[in-house]
T-cell receptor, first 113, second 113 residues
Framework: DGGITQSPKYLFRKEGQNVTLSCEQN?????MYWYRQDPGQGLRLIYY???????QKGDIAEGYSVSREKKESFPLTVTSAQKNPTAFYLC????????????FGPGTRLTVL | KQEVTQIPAALSVPEGENLVLNCSFT??????LQWFRQDPGKGLTSLLL?????REQTSGRLNASLDKSSGRSTLYIAASQPGDSATYLC????????????FGQGTRLTINP
């Protein structure tokens, strides 16, 4: 089955900790994205990557970091600098930048204790 | 700045009715428009993608239209079923400045048996 997997489904973080959210796709897509979803707000773009070894900041990149060392993987690290990290995090991919139908993973819910 | 609005925020209708969900956007310079479905606590499922040069797309009981000049899209659902209950999101892909999807806040749809 082709698709996008995210792990873990639920994640709890203590104040001051860094945590890493996993996103893997086996769709052979070039582009990958990270979004944050908060109640009552639309999805907001954190980071995106058009191709391996390249990534760009989105609208709310402060306090987050990413890497894109492999085509199928785009992990997101939520650092202690992110002041309000409790949210639902969604990873997406699209076949290529010029054809931008995006497909989403199941999400990770992060809660700061 | 591109803004996407979906009205109403919530809609409840009896099973079997045909219904229309609305999406408006402020800047007609879009690359494409995508409709998604989101079930509670889940990721997004892509329903339909309309390229900027297209007027409509159909998939089963769903039909989406796009009028770029007026900044509007509609999602028509025929013969609604309880399983259609979900939040429906529209998003436009913009290519001026940061290339990204801009999301509306969604319409929460409830189909009553």
């Amino acid at each position: 089955d082709g698709g996008i997997t995210q792990s873990p489904k639920y994640l709890f973080r203590k104040e001051g900790q860094n945590v890493t959210l996993s996103c893997e796709q086996n769709l052979n897509h070039d582009a990958m994205y990270w979004y944050r979803q908060d109640p009552g707000q639309g999805l907001r773009l954190i980071y995106y990557s058009q191709i391996v070894n390249d990534f760009q900041k989105g609208d709310i990149a402060e306090g987050y970091s990413v890497s894109r060392e492999k085509k199928e993987s785009f992990p997101l690290t939520v650092t202690s600098a992110q002041k309000n990290p409790t949210a639902f995090y969604l990873c997406a991919s699209s076949p290529e930048w010029s054809y931008n139908e995006q497909f989403f993973g199941p999400g990770t819910r992060l809660t700061v204790l | 700045k591109q803004e996407v609005t979906q009205i109403p925020a919530a809609l409840s209708v009896p099973e079997g009715e045909n219904l229309v969900l609305n999406c408006s956007f402020t800047d007609s310079a879009i690359y494409n428009l995508q409709w998604f479905r989101q079930d509670p606590g889940k990721g997004l499922t892509s329903l339909l993608l309309i390229q900027s040069s297209q007027r409509e797309q159909t998939s089963g009981r769903l039909n989406a239209s796009l009028d770029k000049s007026s900044g509007r899209s509609t999602l028509y659902i025929a013969a609604s079923q309880p399983g259609d209950s979900a939040t429906y999101l529209c998003a436009v892909f913009i290519i001026q400045g940061a290339q990204k999807l801009v999301f509306g806040q969604g319409t929460r749809l409830t189909i009553n048996p």
